[in-house]
């Protein structure tokens, strides 16, 4: 069974910084890809960011320049950075993967970013 623990939500103010880790355990961690997602009030989850077994990486338009994710195989952790943060950032965010056809989600983190 495969579990992912999210860590490192809060509150920030615009323009700072906050970094997001994931735990995850119950399988082979670094032959699957990683990622992010988020999902604000009233609005549907959305992708954040992506990072795969040969370690490239996708973002969503977005967050390009201010959010970096990379992934630690021997740890099992795959963290988001998050730099220059907006208001618009605000949002609970979920670490995924999926394997073997199946959707795995940590319980979520929140992100809010507020004067």
């Known amino acids: 069974q495969v579990q992912l623990v999210e860590s490192g939500g809060g509150l920030v103010q615009p323009g700072g910084s906050l970094r997001l880790s994931c735990a995850a355990s119950?399988?082979?961690?670094?032959?699957?890809?990683m990622g992010w997602y988020r999902q604000a009030r009233g609005k549907e989850r959305e992708l954040v960011a992506i990072?795969?077994?040969?370690?490239?990486?996708i973002y969503v338009d977005s967050v390009k320049g201010r959010f970096t994710i990379f992934r630690d195989n021997a740890k099992n952790t795959v963290t988001l950075q998050m730099n220059r943060l907006k208001a618009e950032d605000t949002a609970v965010y979920y670490c995924?993967?999926?394997?073997?056809?199946?959707?795995?989600w940590g319980q979520g983190t929140q992100v809010t970013v507020s004067s």
């Open positions: 119950g399988s082979i961690f670094s032959r699957y890809s």
């Open positions: 995924y993967t999926v394997q073997l056809g199946v959707n795995y």
């Open positions: 990072i795969n077994r040969d370690f490239t990486t």
